[in-house]
């Protein structure tokens, strides 16, 4: 399907791997101009030469200097910018009950701070534009998903009011801005990939249990989705959150 987005200047944050890197591709596919970025420069390095034409930056944006900084890297390389995608995320951290203020700090500076860092440092440019920005959340910020940690649960349940509250100011610029909660998805390195490997039964029977699909979605599901968002076909979209689970949450 053609989505109309050949030309437009996207930028993807955490997209050296996993949903970032399968979203840039898409984009990269729709005929996009997209720039990457990634803490670690050998695996950015090596995304950059699995999509043909893209640049990429080495940048921690879950600082706003980071951010102001890839902002600035981009606009040098690609002149413009149409499209963010925030993907900056980690899923890492401690059981529930033994969350401390410095794990607290860690976990919203990569799982909050690192959207509303680069939505500042791009406001102009995505004004100027009219743009569009769609963040990557999870399933652990719509409801309690036993396991999870708190903090990280905590940081993506703000990150989808931030997603709801910032469309409306957003919006008054002619900004787009939604989220995609993902649930289970599989890739190499992933945690579900670790999971299976140590205990494919345990997997198997949580996803009959607690999966309507019963099985483990592909970065490509959220992909997909996201070429969508950023189109002109989802042009009447924002301040949503889709869910993206195989129909794991009951809320």
Not at 94 to 109: I, Y
Not at 174 to 199: M, Q, Y
């Amino acid at each position: 399907m053609n989505l109309n987005l050949s030309g437009k200047k996207a930028l993807i944050t955490g997209s050296s791997q996993g949903i970032g890197f399968f979203i840039a591709k898409a984009l990269n596919k729709q005929g996009c101009d997209v720039v990457l970025n990634s803490r670690n420069s050998l695996s950015l390095e090596k995304a950059l030469k699995d999509i043909p034409g893209s640049k990429g930056f080495v940048a921690d944006i879950s600082s706003f200097e980071g951010a102001k900084y890839l902002i600035e890297k981009t606009i040098e390389s690609i002149k413009s910018l149409d499209i963010l995608i925030c993907n900056v995320g980690n899923g890492k951290s401690v059981p529930p009950g033994n969350e401390s203020p410095e794990e607290w700090q860690k976990v919203f500076a990569n799982n909050l701070w690192s959207t509303t860092n680069m939505v500042e440092a791009s406001w102009d440019l995505l004004s100027k534009n009219k743009g569009v920005v769609v963040c990557i959340s999870s399933i652990c910020g719509i409801e309690v998903i036993p396991s999870a940690p708190i903090t990280y649960s905590t940081a993506k349940a703000a990150l989808n009011h931030y997603v709801k509250s910032i469309s409306k100011p957003l919006g008054k610029h002619g900004v787009r801005i939604n989220a995609i909660a993902p649930g289970n998805i599989l890739f190499e390195g992933s945690v579900w990939d670790k999971k299976i490997k140590k205990n494919p039964k345990g997997v198997e029977t949580m996803l009959k249990k607690e999966v309507s699909l019963n099985k483990i979605g592909h970065p490509s599901h959220i992909a997909d989705l996201s070429c969508y968002l950023c189109s002109p076909l989802s042009s009447f979209t924002t301040g949503s959150i889709w869910t993206v689970d195989g129909g794991q949450v009951r809320s």
